[in-house]
């Protein structure tokens, strides 16, 4: 990857991992407007808005790579496999994700995996969308009253790990005034639930946001204590993030949970 300020040319036989950010177009980087036009393939995660594609030739060949409907996730072995075969055959290569490659995009596995075949690469960054999402409501992840950080966790474990600590970090949460920003923990809420609550009040504000940034955006505003009944009650599903911190009192306008839409 370039160690300098210029961006190197998306030139054949390479492949320049993408953000495309959490699903609002007008997010996208001018690197990666000019990335996405340059690519002669693009192999796209099922999470990336359909309206971005639009900056790709006509002659570029798009090939979906994530969950679709009720398919089978594409391995990512396979995924890795085809940027190498398409970049040792002479393609401008982009690889084009959801949010940033490098926030659970599992860009650094692709890039190891691409170094170590000779490949050269380069990545972009997008919006990840637990920034996307809060600032779509208009709430900061960070607030000098409110919060001196924040912690990007997922809530999905790979096979085999033993996942978060969820205990620890609330009890490090709670201590260093940290906003928690979960991905993919909608499957999980009630485990993570119970364990947060072992080092956070019951009464922790907390926003869910689905959807983040697109026009279906939709949020639900709650506490720690009724995030799984939130959940159901309000039908919030993947993709999604959860927010838990007291920056979330800035759109918890009443205590009790309520749902809207984003207006965008």
Not at 21 to 29: S, W
Not at 172 to 183: G, H, M, N
């Amino acid at each position: 990857m370039p160690t300098d300020s210029t961006p190197a040319p998306f030139r054949p036989g390479t492949v320049t991992l993408v953000g495309a950010g959490p699903g609002d177009p007008e997010l996208l980087t001018l690197k990666a407007v000019r990335a996405i036009a340059s690519a002669t393939v693009l192999l796209v995660d099922d999470l990336v808005n359909e309206a971005i594609l639009v900056h790709a030739s006509p002659k570029a060949r798009i090939v979906p790579v994530g969950k679709r409907g009720g398919c089978k996730s594409t391995p990512q072995a396979f995924i890795e496999k085809l940027m190498v075969m398409a970049a040792r055959e002479g393609e401008v290569v982009v690889r084009l994700k959801g949010g940033d490659p490098f926030i659970f995009g599992r860009g650094g596995e692709e890039v190891e995996h691409l170094q170590s075949e000779g490949i050269q690469v380069q990545v972009v960054n997008g919006i990840t969308a637990g920034l996307g999402g809060m600032t779509a409501l208009g709430v900061p992840l960070t607030h000098r009253d409110h919060a001196h950080g924040v912690v990007f966790v997922t809530g999905h474990a790979k096979p085999g790990d033993s996942g978060t600590d969820w205990p620890t970090l609330a009890a490090t949460a709670r201590d260093a005034k940290l906003t928690l920003v979960i991905y993919m923990g909608v499957s999980g809420a009630a485990q993570i639930q119970r364990e947060l609550l072992t080092g956070l009040p019951a009464h922790t504000p907390l926003a869910i946001i689905q959807h983040a940034t697109l026009p279906q955006q939709r949020h639900a505003v709650s506490t720690l204590g009724e995030l799984t009944d939130t959940i159901a009650g309000e039908q919030l599903g993947s993709p999604a993030v959860i927010v838990i911190g007291d920056v979330v009192r800035g759109i918890a306008a009443a205590s009790q949970p309520q749902a809207f839409s984003n207006a965008a």
